[in-house]
Nanobody, 111 residues
Framework: QVQLVESGGDLVQAGGSLRLSCAVS????????MGWYRRFPGKQREFVAV???????TYADSVKGRFTISRDNAKNTVYLQMNSLKPEDTAVYYC?????WGQGTQVTVSY
């Protein structure tokens, strides 16, 4: 059974930074692509960023240049560094590995 646990969500002012973490149980992290998604209130989950097993990254246009996804295979952990946060980044952020999802962590950006 694979479990993903996100952490790092918080309330921050616009222009601030946060780093989200996703700790994964099991040893499949190093061989799998992992991603971050987010859900705005009343809307479906949307793609934010993904990192392949080889370290290649892809970002949604809305976060490109502000967010950075990275991974530490030794710690079975994936990170999302979020800089220059905007109120429109307010959402619940989810970590994804294949068909598994974490429970989500709330990020709130105030004006």
């Amino acid at each position: 059974q694979v479990q993903l646990v996100e952490s790092g969500g918080d309330l921050v002012q616009a222009g601030g930074s946060l780093r989200l973490s996703c700790a994964v149980s099991g040893s499949i992290v190093s061989t799998s692509a992992m991603g971050w998604y987010r859900r705005f209130p009343g809307k479906q989950r949307e793609f934010v960023a993904v990192i392949t097993s080889g370290g290649y990254t892809t970002y949604a246009d809305s976060v490109k240049g502000r967010f950075t996804i990275s991974r530490d295979n030794a710690k079975n952990t994936v990170y999302l560094q979020m800089n220059s946060l905007k109120p429109e980044d307010t959402a619940v952020y989810y970590c994804n590995l294949r068909t598994w999802w974490g429970q989500g962590t709330q990020v709130t950006v105030s004006y």
